[in-house]
């Protein structure tokens, strides 16, 4: 469980949703977002429930035992802000990764979520960690700062 505390029942919704997902929770994105939710993250941006769904169902068909942990909460009015930890395995591999983002969320009249943006640096999190590009990025990286 998070240590994130905060006493919007919103906030609370959502941290408790997003950090106890599991496939069969796909259905119920509905109690959350609504119809016409707008998500982006680094690789997806959808404009409707069924393109929400699809991105959480992507991330159970590929991914090993995926979690959310949420670390830090903010709210101020319709506005939410979420730090977490991302575990996960890749398929058939036994190394647990993670991922360090954090979320833009806005809240509708009805308090579901209709805006929903995720950000995190995909390179240093993920294409660094690759053998070929991961040595490219990570040189790129130095020549930018020298």
């Known amino acids: 469980?998070?240590?994130?505390?905060?006493?919007?029942?919103?906030?609370?919704?959502?941290?408790?949703?997003?950090?106890?997902?599991?496939?069969?929770?796909?259905?119920?994105?509905?109690?959350?977002?609504?119809?016409q939710a707008f998500f982006k993250d680094p690789f997806?941006?959808?404009?409707?429930?069924?393109?929400?769904?699809?991105?959480?169902?992507?991330?159970?068909?590929t991914l090993d035992e995926p979690r959310f942990e949420v670390i830090d909460v903010l709210v101020q009015g319709q506005q939410c802000f979420?730090?977490?930890d991302f575990h996960f395995r890749r398929q058939g591999q036994a190394i647990?990764?993670?991922?360090?983002g954090s979320s833009h969320l806005r809240f509708a009249t009805d308090d579901r979520i209709a805006y929903h943006r995720d950000y995190w640096d995909?390179?240093?999190?993920?294409?660094?960690?690759?053998?070929?590009?991961?040595?490219?990025?990570?040189?790129?990286?130095?020549?930018?700062?020298?």
């Open 1 to 35: 469980m998070s240590e994130a505390r905060h006493d919007d029942p919103r906030a609370v919704a959502v941290i408790a949703f997003f950090e106890k997902l599991q496939p069969n929770d796909i259905d119920r994105i509905s109690l959350f977002y609504t119809e």
């Open 44 to 61: 997806n941006e959808v404009r409707n429930l069924a393109g929400v769904q699809r991105v959480f169902a992507h991330m159970f068909d």
């Open 82 to 84: 979420l730090s977490w």
């Open 96 to 100: 647990e990764r993670c991922i360090h």
């Open 122 to 146: 995909a390179a240093e999190e993920l294409y660094e960690k690759l053998p070929l590009l991961g040595n490219l990025l990570r040189w790129i990286k130095r020549r930018i700062k020298a």
